[in-house]
């Protein structure tokens, strides 16, 4: 009775040996798509919300889709959710974070750049990064920061 009884403890064990090394071999592919899945099936939550106009809502659920899945377009709704919602720091930070995303949508990018125009130039942080203002600004966006600049330089003069 003894005997048999080992066997199967050996058989359950190696099985359960096997299973962990399947599991382990394929886990991270499943886990990236069920990541994916998940990160969509909240950007159709935001989505419904924006539509409805409850933008806070929105950008929250942008957000987490975007922590979940860096996809852009996630942060991109995200960046224009807290816009609506009237946002403006939030806002021009993630609008920054999406026009310096490398996979942003260039259609995109250039709505993103004319949203920042809409927003007032005091809400803009500074110091920047000089190779990065090329791709964050439309001329008339960095012509307001340079006057902002010059009209503080000559406060302080």
């Not at 990236?32 to 409805?52: R, Y």
């Not at 816009?83 to 990018?109: C, I, K």
Request: glycine fraction near 4%.
């Amino acid at each position: 009775m003894v005997w048999p009884q080992r066997c199967l403890t050996r058989l359950v064990r190696r099985l359960v040996l096997l299973l962990a090394v399947l599991c382990a071999c394929t886990g991270t592919s499943a886990f990236a798509v069920d990541k994916a899945k998940v990160a969509e099936a909240m950007a159709v939550q935001a989505g419904k919300a924006f539509e409805t106009g409850d933008y806070s809502r929105a950008a929250d659920l942008y957000l987490n889709a975007y922590r979940t899945d860096a996809n852009s377009a996630f942060l991109y709704g995200a960046a224009r959710s807290q816009h609506l919602a009237g946002r403006m720091d939030q806002a021009t930070e993630l609008y920054q974070q999406f026009l310096t995303a490398a996979n942003a949508d260039p259609e995109r990018q250039k709505r993103a750049r004319e949203y920042l125009a809409e927003i007032p130039e005091d809400r803009f942080k500074l110091p920047m990064r000089v190779d990065q203002i090329a791709r964050l600004y439309t001329p008339e966006t960095f012509c307001k920061l340079v006057i902002r600049a010059q009209r503080a330089a000559q406060a302080a003069g």
